[in-house]
C-alpha cells in the first residue's frame, strides 16, 4: 500500500493506491494548520481502512504544506516535486497520455504532461485565495459552502461588461456574452450573489485563457482542470464556452481535487 498525501495550508487530501491501478480511497481533511490537517487524514484514513502501520509500504508527501513533516511514524516517508504530483494525477484522472494540466489551488499552476515527462509552464496568483479573501471582504461570506451556494443565484449580467452591451455586430467568433470587462458593468443594485458569481467567472476566465495560451503552437489540446476549484459548478460553463471559441478540449474529471494526492502515489510505482 502507498499513501498519497497532499498538504495544503489547511486542508489535506489523502489517496491510497494497493497498486498503479487499485486506488482503495480518497479523503479530505481540514485543520488550522498543516501538521494537525496531515495526522488527522492519516489517522481517519488509516481507521476507515482498517489499515496497520506494516500495511503501509511508503508515504508520499506533496504539496506546499509536505515542507512542516519529517516524517510520519515509522513508516518510509519521502516527499514529490508538486509538479511531478499534479502531471502524473492529472493524467490518471482524466485518462489521458498527454495534457495541459491546470492546478487551482490557492493559486493556479499550469504544467505540460506528456507521459511520464513533466514540465511547469508558470501559473497565477488568482484562484481559491482570491475568491475566499474577496467573498469574505465584499459580500461577508466566508465558507466554500455559503460562496458556492450564493454563486448559483448569482446574475453576470448585473457585474460584467459584455460584448453585447457595446457592439450590435459579431467582432470575430466572439458571442455576444463574451467578457469584455470582468466587474466593467457593476450596477448599483447588484447583490451578493451577482458579485460572487462575477468573482468566480473572472478566475475561471482567467485560468481558461491561461490554458489557451499554453496550447498554442503546441501540438496538445487537451486541457485537465484539478484542484480545490474545479468542484465548482460555473467552472464547467466557462470552459464550455472557451471551447466553442478555440480548438480545445476541456476536461473536468471526477475526484480532480485528489489529483496531486493520486499523482504522489502513482509517482512511487
Known amino acids: 500500500m502507498v499513501l498519497g498525501i497532499d498538504v495544503g495550508g489547511s486542508t489535506t487530501k489523502i489517496v491510497g493506491l494497493a497498486s498503479k491501478e487499485n486506488c482503495i480511497g480518497m479523503m479530505q481533511v481540514e485543520a488550522k494548520d498543516q501538521l494537525t490537517s496531515a495526522f488527522g487524514a492519516f489517522g481517519k484514513f488509516t481507521a476507515e481502512h482498517s489499515l496497520k502501520m506494516k500495511d503501509i509500504r511508503q508515504i508520499v508527501l506533496t504539496g506546499v504544506g509536505a515542507s ?40 493556479t499552476a499550469l504544467v505540460r504532461a506528456q507521459g511520464e515527462e513533466i514540465t511547469h509552464l508558470g501559473g497565477s496568483g488568482v484562484g481559491g485565495g ?66 460572487v458569481r462575477g468573482i468566480i467567472n473572472m478566475i475561471f476566465e482567467s485560468v481558461g485563457m491561461m490554458a489557451v495560451f499554453a496550447t498554442l503552437g503546441d501540438c496538445i489540446s487537451d486541457v485537465v482542470l484539478i484542484g480545490s476549484l474545479s468542484v465548482i459548478d460555473q467552472a464547467q460553463d466557462v470552459l464550455d464556452m472557451l471551447s466553442r471559441m478555440y480548438p480545445i478540449r476541456f476536461h473536468l474529471p471526477k475526484d480532480a481535487i485528489y489529483a496531486t494526492a493520486v499523482g504522489a502515489a502513482l509517482s512511487e510505482f
Not at 89 to 98: F, I, K, N, V
Not at 162 to 191: M, W, Y
Request: glycine share 12%.
Open 130 to 195: 482570491t475568491l475566499q479573501k474577496l467573498a469574505a471582504r465584499f459580500v461577508g461570506a466566508s465558507s466554500f459552502d455559503s460562496i458556492i451556494a450564493l454563486a448559483a443565484k448569482g446574475d453576470l449580467s448585473a457585474v460584467d461588461l459584455q460584448l453585447g452591451d457595446i457592439s450590435r455586430e459579431k467582432i470575430g467568433n466572439l458571442p455576444p456574452d463574451t467578457t469584455v470587462s470582468n466587474f466593467g458593468n457593476l450596477k448599483d443594485n447588484a447583490t451578493s450573489a451577482d458579485i
Open 68 to 107: 512542516y513533516l519529517q516524517g510520519m511514524y515509522d513508516i518510509p516517508t519521502k516527499r514529490v516535486d508538486e509538479f511531478l504530483a499534479i502531471g502524473l494525477g492529472g493524467l490518471r484522472m482524466a485518462g489521458l497520455d498527454s495534457a495541459i494540466i491546470v492546478s487551482v489551488g490557492t493559486g
